[in-house]
């Protein structure tokens, strides 16, 4: 008989399984940090859609969650100003900044709902240097010109409008990250860009594309 409670389990072991591989550390410390994060997103969510209903909330641990730090396979972001652009829930920014302690991580949220819950994570998680901000791209004041090491975006298709922004709040070597899975049309963007295959059996068809400010 299929049991739900060894489902949720499996499915958090996997995520445990895919840190310790890829970050080579314990992780006794950060995974509850991240089943509370778990508990959280699940209670807010049924409040205001921050992540897709249609998802059982047992899969937040490989669908968001390891989705989101997928990018560690290739990149260190300890000690980086990383923007998160269209956060959402939180994703990939808090998951980073969970693994990456030193890292300082902005949550970008154009909708003032979505921004409060964010606020709200950032609070009981006690997470430090990690804050939100309340803007669309393409409104941010000058004051974060090549402010930004990394920018990273899960969920948001890069329009016209946000190429020249984004490449103006990053840093001279500063980077884009993209999560991207068969939809890519908006790489025809960038002259340059790499791409890399970090394909998971639990997420699926799956690329990080990093662009180089430079």
Request: aromatic letters at 12%; charged letters at 35%; proline letters at 3%.
């Amino acid at each position: 008989m299929f049991h739900k409670k060894n489902f949720f389990f499996m499915k958090k072991d996997i995520f445990v399984s895919f840190l310790e591989t890829h970050l080579g550390i314990k992780t006794s410390e950060i995974i509850p940090v991240f089943e509370k994060y778990h508990a959280l997103l699940s209670e807010e969510n049924r409040k205001i859609n921050l992540v897709s209903r249609k998802t059982i909330e047992d899969d937040y641990w490989t669908i968001h969650f390891l989705d989101s730090l997928l990018p560690i396979k290739i990149f260190n972001f300890s000690g980086k100003k990383i923007l998160d652009f269209g956060s959402g829930g939180g994703l990939p920014g808090i998951p980073l900044k969970i693994v990456f302690s030193s890292a300082e991580v902005y949550l970008l949220e154009s909708r003032m709902k979505k921004a409060e819950s964010l606020k709200k994570f950032i609070k009981k998680l006690d997470l430090k240097k990690c804050f939100t901000i309340v803007s669309r791209l393409e409104d941010l004041e000058d004051e974060w010109n090549d402010f930004f090491d990394v920018i990273v975006c899960r969920s948001v298709k890069i329009l016209p409008k946000y190429k020249k922004k984004l490449f103006r709040i990053l840093k001279k070597d500063g980077k884009i990250i993209l999560y991207k899975s068969r939809k890519s049309d908006d790489l025809k963007l960038f002259d340059k860009y790499r791409s890399y295959d970090v394909s998971h059996p639990e997420i699926g068809e799956r690329k990080i594309v990093e662009i180089s400010k430079k």
